[in-house]
């Protein structure tokens, strides 16, 4: 098992330009998440999908979407990327148990 | 929503002392609160895990306390080691509104040798 496999590690992208995070799952998870942490500021949820076909938004949504293309995967896209968006983006995946959530090995993105 | 505050930001200790980091939350439908663990560079690994109807759980160095009446919980590490050396992270979960997980802000820990 690979668990969450987040794609690609590192990225520098221009102001302006888009870009898809991609994220899988072999854990049969039904709910996943995206989550990017800042220092000082933990991870904050951005979007996540308590179950295949739904997506809700999270504490900071704005300038991203997501889509939950299948149970095993759960893409975000920056459409015009800024400055701001300069984080480390991790994905992760839960049962709807009262059990945790794995984590990918995280994204690390950088927009100038 | 559910609010997780953690303390302390910063935490140091010399190798073989005992840590604690505190947490509280907010709301009180929350029923499962894991901690991680995350070391450089790496995503956050479970180190230990407590649920609402449990008051204490332990796990050979680690341990979890959680108080429901004051809305607060606690993490324990005895005889640190220098591979205790991470950033700590408590979190709260509310399984009837989307399975979301409430994060704090992270406590950095340095064990010193």
């Known amino acids: 098992n690979a668990g969450v496999t987040q794609t690609p590690k590192f990225q520098v992208l221009k102001t302006g330009q888009s870009m898809t995070l991609q994220c899988a799952q072999d854990m049969n998870h039904n709910s996943m998440y995206w989550y990017r942490q800042d220092p000082g500021m933990g991870l904050r949820l951005i979007y996540y999908s308590a179950s295949e076909g739904t997506t809700d938004k999270g504490e900071v949504p704005n300038g991203y979407n997501v889509s939950r293309l299948n149970k095993r995967e759960f893409s975000l896209r920056l459409e015009s990327a800024a400055p701001s968006q300069t984080s480390v983006y991790f994905c992760a995946g839960s049962s709807q148990m009262n059990t945790e959530a794995f984590f990918g090995q995280g994204t690390r993105l950088t927009v100038v | 929503g559910e609010n997780v505050e953690q303390h302390p930001s910063t935490l140091s200790v010399q190798e073989g002392d005992s840590a604690v980091i505190k947490c509280t939350y907010s709301?009180?439908?929350?029923?499962?609160f894991p901690w991680y663990k995350q070391e450089l560079g790496k995503g956050p690994q479970l180190i230990i895990d407590i649920r609402s109807n449990v008051g204490e759980k332990k796990d050979q160095r680690i341990a979890v306390t959680l108080n429901k009446t004051a809305k607060h919980f606690s993490l324990h590490i005895t005889e640190t080691q220098p591979e205790d050396s991470a950033v700590y992270f408590c979190a709260a979960r509310i399984t009837n509104t989307g399975n979301q997980f409430y994060f704090g802000t992270g406590t950095s820990l340095t064990v010193i040798p």
């Open positions: 709301d009180s439908a929350s029923n499962y």
